[in-house]
């Protein structure tokens, strides 16, 4: 069963930066386009980028400027960098594609 599996979560002070990536378990995902989500306490979801099969990349307008998706077809990989964090950045961050859901990663950004 396909799967996407993410990591780079931590603890980070305001402004600091991390780098999340998400690896697909096969390259079937390169036809795809790719997403990361994060979810906050309560359940709210909030799409946070877009990546076409092709790469281009788009970002949420709450972190446009400080974030980052690209995606690396040759290594069946995603990533997310983001910089500038801050603490309502804190979330759990998730992959999804083609109806499969990573288990996430939590970032969570405080003093």
């Known amino acids: 069963q396909a799967q996407l599996v993410e990591s780079g979560g931590g603890s980070v002070q305001p402004g600091g930066s991390l780098r999340l990536s998400c690896v697909a378990s096969?390259?079937?995902?390169?036809?795809?386009?790719m997403y990361w989500y994060r979810r906050f306490p309560g359940n709210r979801r909030e799409l946070v980028a877009a990546?076409?099969?092709?790469?281009?990349?788009n970002v949420a307008d709450s972190v446009a400027g400080r974030f980052l998706a690209f995606r690396d077809n040759a290594k069946n990989t995603i990533h997310l960098q983001m910089n500038s964090l801050k603490p309502e950045d804190t979330a759990e961050y998730v992959c999804?594609?083609?109806?499969?859901w990573g288990q996430g990663t939590q970032v969570t950004v405080s003093l």
């Open positions: 999804n594609s083609n109806g499969i």
């Open positions: 096969d390259s079937s995902f390169s036809g795809y386009p």
């Open positions: 990546i076409s099969s092709k790469g281009t990349a």
